[in-house]
């Protein structure tokens, strides 16, 4: 089993910079897909990026293409997601989980944090 902590949010301005870590307990956490997963007011849970096992597969929502980066640590227990350039329409709560796949759907995802808020003003 695999339990993960998020930290880093926080309010920033646009065009500014955060850098989320997921911090995750458990023996087992470098065999598992990580992935990044947001949720604004009213809306359903979204893909934001994803990172294999290894970390020699990275892949990205295009609404944070070329902005956002996911990597990982597995000596450190650790994911992170940099975020470059933010905008009012990154506010949402983030969420990291964890899988025994790759994958881009939530629903497939069997292990969750409990989320950071990140609000991003204009």
Same mark, same amino acid.
């Given at each position: @089993?695999? @339990? $993960?902590? &998020?930290?880093g949010?926080? $309010? ?5 910079? $955060?850098? $989320? ?5 458990g023996?087992?956490?470098?065999? !598992? ?5 947001r949720?604004a007011?009213?809306? &359903?849970? &979204?893909f ?10 990275t892949? #990205?929502a295009d ?6 980066t996911?990597?990982? +640590? ?7 997601? @940099? ?5 009012p329409? +990154?506010?949402?709560? !983030? #969420?990291c ?7 881009? +759907?939530p +629903? &497939? !995802?069997?292990?969750?944090? @409990?989320g ?7």
């Amino acid at each position: @089993q695999v @339990q $993960l902590v &998020e930290s880093g949010g926080g $309010l920033v301005q646009a065009g500014g910079s $955060l850098r $989320l870590s997921c911090a995750a307990s458990g023996r087992t956490f470098s065999s !598992y897909a990580m992935g990044w997963f947001r949720q604004a007011p009213g809306k &359903e849970r &979204e893909f934001v990026a994803g990172i294999s096992w290894s970390g020699g597969s990275t892949y #990205y929502a295009d609404s944070v293409k070329g902005r956002f980066t996911i990597s990982r +640590d597995n000596a450190k227990n650790t994911v992170y997601l @940099q975020m470059n350039r933010l905008t009012p329409k +990154d506010t949402a709560i !983030y #969420y990291c989980a964890g899988n025994t796949y790759s994958s881009t +759907d939530p +629903d &497939e !995802y069997a292990y969750w944090g @409990q989320g950071t808020q990140v609000t991003v003003s204009s």
